[in-house]
């Protein structure tokens, strides 16, 4: 009976958890893309800014899934934040608007650290799981 009634006003706990190798190589795309992104901002390079964009919008919309489906609704408004810059980004890219793709580009990023922020936590390992 202790138990139970122990039970019941105990804060929900929800443990951490490894992430799925799919949920890894879509976060390493992001990583990736994002350092080319950089680059390809520098160099003014807007094809490859473009490219960089259309990739970050088709990941955003899988990690949208991703988290829609755990139903952690900040994490999902992070995605959704995510896709809208990357495509605003590839707009402005198309538009070789570089005051556009610097505001675009940082509100994708910015996405991304929020999420991060909230959501993921290293290991003493260096590795890291989903909070």
Known sequence: MLFAVAA???PNVVANEKPTPEFQDLMKSNGMTAAALRMHIMAKEYDGIGMDAATL???FAKIEAFWAAKKVNDA???AKTGAKGAADLESAAKAKNDEGIAAASKAT????GGCHMAHREQLPDKTYEIK
Do not use: H
């Open 8 to 10: 019941t006003f105990a």
């Open 109 to 112: 990023t910015s996405a991304c």
């Open 57 to 59: 919008r088709g990941n």
């Open 76 to 78: 999902v408004e992070f």
